[in-house]
């Protein structure tokens, strides 16, 4: 699939503007992300749409990450693989006592689309920024909050993968 049809796809699933917004914009920082990653077995362009359709499974509710999964899944198994493994559903299950290693991001592709994620919610930030921003969003969600606390320390250990080449 490529990013004007991933485009036309997340509006035909209803994603508001926010949404897309958001979508629009992790797109672009995945596309930088892997456009620096050597090797590894990245395609930028994959990437790139991968980030524009990370959240369509919002558009159907939670957990997000494996609905979007879901849905890409029928149209495209590279895609669906690289969406799967965003956000903090590793965490929020293991707060229930379910551990699944499975939600992790392994691959270089998916780690990427995860931390643009980290990097932009409405607009560009920095990662602490970011998190920042979610605890206050959601600061009513005690467990949500505990859950993003946790998460924190692995994003932080993806960036210095990827952005500084350290792993
Ligand atoms: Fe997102």
Redesign the pocket.
């Known amino acids: 699939m490529d990013y004007e049809a991933g485009l036309e796809m997340l509006k035909f699933f209803g994603a508001d503007n926010r949404l897309v917004n958001?979508?629009v914009g992790?797109a672009g920082v995945a596309y930088e992300l892997a456009s620096k990653v050597n090797g590894h077995g990245v395609n930028p362009e994959r990437v790139r749409v991968a980030g524009l359709l990370?959240?369509i499974g919002?558009t159907i509710g939670e957990p997000h990450e494996i609905y979007s999964g879901a849905i890409l899944m029928n149209m495209d198994k590279k895609l669906a693989g690289i969406v799967r493994q965003?956000?903090f559903l590793y965490e929020k299950m293991k707060l229930a006592g379910i551990v699944v290693p499975d939600l992790l991001p392994v691959q270089m592709e998916n780690k990427i689309v995860a931390l643009a994620?980290g990097y932009?919610g409405q607009r560009r930030m920095s990662l602490k920024e970011r998190f920042d921003d979610i605890r206050e969003r959601y600061q009513n969600d005690g467990m949500f909050v505990k859950a993003v606390d946790m998460a924190q320390g692995r994003f932080e250990q993806m960036e210095r993968e990827i952005v500084r080449g350290k792993g």
């Open positions: 958001h979508s992790v990370h959240d919002r965003h956000g994620d932009f």
